[in-house]
Every structure is written in C-alpha cells, then in structure tokens.
C-alpha cells in the first residue's frame, strides 16, 4: 500500500480569493455555476470592533477513513491502496445521497444526472475522471499539481503524500495533526491572531507564514 | 439568552462561539438533504414488518388464546401481510423515486455490493420480507379454505374473479401449499426479518456527522418499536374496522401495540437525553431545531401519538385480554384502538420525518 495522499490548509495565508475553486472548474471543465469541488467559504466570528473574517477553502480531504466508501452501497467510491486518493466510478453510482451525508466536509456534488462527482486530486480531469487511472506521481515525478495548489495565490494549499505535506507544516500543526485534529483527515494551521503571530516572531518560532498587515 | 430556545441562527452563532475554545472550530453550512421520500421508505419498511409480524403471529396467538372461531385469526394475518406486502411496496418505490439511476438499484444483487452499507443491508431485508409477505398472503387469500372463509380482507379475491382466475388461483394454491411446517418455518423468517428492519434505524445512526442520528442504540430501537407498533396497529385497526369484536386476541395485540409504543417512547426519551446532553455544536442545532418553529408541532406529535397509542393499547388490551368488555366497553374501546392507532402512525411517520428535517439544518465541518 503507498503513502496516503492528503490536503494541507493554512487559512493564515489564504486572502479569500476563490482561484482554487475557479481553478479546480476550470481544470475539471465544469460549468461555472456547477456545484464546487473545492469552495471557499469567508468565516466571521464576534462583532465590530472585534469582528473577523477567516475565509477557508475547503474540498473532499481523500480521509485515511473515508466515510463515504463504507456506507457507499454499490462500491462506486474507492479508496485507492497506492495513494490514498478517493475516486468515484460514476458507472456504479445509483444516486442515493448517502456518500453526502457520511462526508464530514460536504464534498460530494451531484450533477444534473443526479450522479456523485468530487474533487479526484486532479488525478483525472472531469466527474469520475480519477477512477482507475495509475497512481498518483508528485511534480517531481512528472504527475501534475493539483489546480487549486498550483493557482493559490497564497501558498495556503498544499497536497502530497502525507510525509511531504507534514515535513512543510509548522510545528504548531503538526502537532495538532498527531493529536487527532479533524481525525487526522487533513492538516491545518491554527488560525493565528496577531497578537499571538507577534509573540511567536518575538520568541523565534515558526509562524508558517501568517499573513498579517498590521503591526 | 439561553441557547436552547433562542432562535436557531441565535443558537449557532453561540455555539460556534463555544467551539472556538476547543482545538478544532467548526463553521456552519447546510447539509445535504434527502427529500421526503426517505422517511417514508424509513416508515413504510417497519410498518411492512409490523404488519407480517402480526400475520405471522397471528395463529399461535389464536391457539394459545382459544379463540371463539377462525374468522378473526385470518382477518388479523391477510390484513397483516396485505399491510406487509403494500407498505413494502411502499417503502421500495419511495426509496426508489429518490434515486437518480434507477435500473441499477433494481439491479441490486449486480450492484449492491457493499454488504458494510445498511442501504445494501437493507434492500436484501426488505426484498426478503417482501417475499415472504407476498406468498404468505398468496396462501391466506386463495385456495378452498379461503374459498369457504369470510372478511372483509378477502377483498382481493374478488379482483381476481373480475379477471376470471380466481378458479385458477385456488386450484394452484391448494396443489402447491407446502406442508404446516415449512408454513411454520416461512412464519419464522418473515417474524426475524420483521425484526431485521431495525437496520432502518442503522442506516441513520452509523452517520456520524449528526449527531441527531448518531446514536446507536437510540435510533435503532426507536425505529424499530415505533415502526412495528405502527404496522401491528394499522392491521388490527383495519381489523377492527370490519369485525368490531374485541376478543382477547385483538386485546393481545392492541396491549402488544401499546407496549411497543411505550417502548419507542422510552427510546426517543432516552435519544432526546444524549442529544440535550452532548456537547456538539450540531446537537445543540438539532436541538433548537426541534423544539423551535415548525419542527416543534412534529415533535410533539411524536410524543403525543406514542403516549396516546401506549396508554389505550394497553388499556384495551388488558380489558379485553381479562374478559372485562362488554357491550358498552365494546363500543368506546373499538373506535378508540382505531383513533389512537390512526394517531400512532402519524406520530411513527413524523418521527422520522422530523429526524430528517432537524438534520437537514445540521453543519457541516469546515476546516480553520
């Protein structure tokens, strides 16, 4: 069995700007108002002046546990052994929603068809397009980058087998990661306040690039 | 403000706020949504089981009871498989409306292949009862015995005279009706698969993503003794529709009704304990979600048809089980097994249905 292929998200560096989610379409020749593989939601939390906004990008997380393949009635969602990516043979999906509710991350989409569809890692291109390709290769063994990786304008999304994608993480998500956060579905930065970024820059430790434009 | 009965959009934003102490935040979107047809697959199939289970049943219970003739045993078990054999008729083109490839669901022996799905479970339970509902009523409905019997659930009968086989069908029932035994044994399996449709309940409580649903033990039971109460109730309702004689049999049953009701009650109870208790944010949505706007009519239609249903099952039962009906008891107790079953399958119905619509404003996570 390969390495588990996984997504990492740091919301301090995303500006909001939804090039993944446009990127993702594109790539995947979808129209513009399908639904999103990969969306991105602004998440504000208290009231002015104390009002923030974090805006998170969000897509299927290929879960090490996936959900969504056990409860999958005619087996058209599998979790690959070689990468850990999860495809949808659409030739088997009967429609029944319930990969939908499984999903703890809202990722699967249904078309006009009525069929699953959702992000494949851009192992393929199009709904169902991963299903029975080879394994996934890394840009430095020629596969390509994901789209909604290669077009953040932030570096804020990353995805790779989960050594890589840990080695690039900060301690701080690390950590969090081996702790059980989000059930170790995904790896996530701990959304920074800038009290909190300037403590850390005061002290030397590793900030993973929060973007602040204050102080 | 307390967050249980402030308005939903109220109640989220507290708890997303509550939440932001803890490791993980979580963020709030709609989830996805099954259309009404789900509950009503999720009813029909236990009511479906209800309904064998009782015609299944039906003539141990005449025997260890003594009834006065034959005639209310075989009222009680056609009307049961007939519920048996519509409401899983029911239950398959509801869930079959909702899916979007149709062919490959009715193809499930081909595509069904995920035995750790409860859909694939399922559809194997209630194609089996089916089965088994179908030919038992084939058995009660034609042949010389039921040629010669009375009751208003040999209805049937009389839409295959109409079509001028009615002569065919008694003389293929009675040439090819198995030995009492293997009877006996197709009883058996079509009570344990009546008692398999719990796995409607499974299907809802393995989705850990909901809290509402997510409980193993709560969902499952509640279900199941809503759901077969429902069917057990509707087929000595229709019963007593026609035949209007409260013999201990039908206080069996009614007192087996109000029994199960009072179970299912316990059951939502104790599932309505776990939620209030929990601390997940989507708990305390669901929470707020039930006992607020319209959602909270449904729930009190729960409560209210199961207590209703529990209190005058048992009631009647033990009235008429002990032999303390009479002509005037007769009277009242007939029309209100009838009004409070007719209340307990509504009650069964918007149990799920509400299960469904208070999860439908459940979130999602949302990484941050």
């Known amino acids: ?215 | 403000m307390d967050p249980l009965t402030a308005p939903l959009e109220f109640a989220i934003a507290l708890e997303s706020g509550l939440v932001g102490q803890s490791a993980v935040d979580h963020y709030w979107l709609s989830a996805d949504y099954w259309d009404l047809s789900i509950p009503l697959y999720l009813f029909l199939a236990v009511v479906a089981g209800g309904g064998v289970l009782t015609g299944a049943t039906a003539p141990v219970l005449a025997r260890l009871l003594g009834s006065a003739d034959g005639r209310l045993e075989g009222e009680l078990a056609r009307w049961g498989f007939l519920v048996g054999v519509v409401s899983a008729a029911g239950a398959g083109l509801a869930v079959l409306s909702h899916l979007a490839v149709i062919l490959r669901a009715v193809l499930f022996p081909i595509y069904l292949t995920n035995f750790e799905s409860w859909i694939t479970i399922g559809t194997w339970i209630l194609v089996g009862l089916s089965v088994i509902a179908t030919v038992c009523l084939v058995f009660r409905l034609f042949g010389a015995k039921a040629a010669a019997a009375e009751g208003a659930s040999l209805f049937p009968r009389a839409i295959v005279g109409k079509l001028g086989l009615l002569e065919l069908a008694d003389r293929l029932v009675d040439r090819f009706r198995p030995p009492a035994v293997v009877m006996g044994g197709l009883y058996a399996a079509g009570s344990l698969l009546a008692i398999a449709t719990i796995y409607t309940g499974f299907e809802l409580s393995i989705v850990e993503t909901v809290p509402l649903w997510n409980m193993p033990v709560a969902v499952p039971l509640a279900f199941l003794f809503s759901g077969l109460a429902a069917g057990i109730g509707l087929t000595v309702g229709l019963t007593l529709v026609f035949e209007r004689r409260l013999e201990p049999i039908i206080g069996a049953y009614a007192a087996m009704v109000g029994l199960l009701s009072g179970l299912g009650l316990a059951a939502v109870w104790y599932g309505w304990s776990v939620l209030t208790a929990s601390d997940a944010p989507a708990a305390a949505a669901s929470q707020v979600a039930l006992t607020n706007g319209t959602l909270a009519a449904g729930s009190w239609l729960v409560v209210f048809g199961l207590a209703v249903a529990s209190v005058v099952g048992l009631l009647v039962g033990a009235l008429a089980l002990t032999g303390r009906s009479g002509d005037g008891t007769d009277r009242l107790a007939g029309p209100a097994l009838i009004g409070s079953f007719g209340l307990l399958l509504l009650g069964s119905l918007a149990l799920r249905i509400i299960l469904l619509l208070a999860a439908e404003q459940n979130p999602v996570v949302v990484v941050g």
Not at chain 1, 35 to 51: K, L, N, Q
Not at chain 1, 196 to 204: F, L, N, P, T, Y
Request: net charge negative; glycine share 10%.
């Open chain 1, 1 to 215: 069995m390969g390495e588990q292929w996984m997504f990492y998200f740091d919301p301090n560096r995303c500006i909001g700007c939804h090039a993944c989610s446009v990127a993702c379409k594109q790539r995947h020749d979808r129209d513009a108002d399908a639904d999103e593989w990969r969306s991105v939601f602004h998440v504000s939390t208290g009231e002015y002046p104390e009002f923030e906004e974090v805006p998170v990008s969000m897509s299927c997380m290929h879960c090490h546990d996936a959900p969504c393949e056990s409860v999958c009635p005619p087996d058209a969602i599998i979790k690959r052994d070689e990468d850990g990516i999860v495809t949808v043979d659409r030739d088997r999906c009967i429609g029944c929603h319930y990969c939908a509710w499984a999903c703890p991350f809202g990722a699967p989409t249904y078309d006009d068809e009525g069929l699953m569809s959702k992000c494949n890692l851009c192992l393929g291109e199009g709904a169902g397009g991963g299903h029975g390709q080879p394994e996934r290769k890394t840009p430095e063994e020629g596969g390509v980058q994901p789209a909604c990786v290669s077009d953040c304008v932030g570096d804020a999304i990353k995805a790779g087998p989960q050594s890589e994608v840990m080695a690039e993480a900060s301690d701080r998500a690390a950590e969090r990661f081996e702790d059980g956060a989000y059930d170790q579905r995904v790896i996530v930065e701990p959304v920074d306040d800038d009290a909190a970024v300037a403590e850390a820059i005061r002290e030397g430790e590793s900030t993973a690039g929060a973007v602040t434009y204050e102080g």
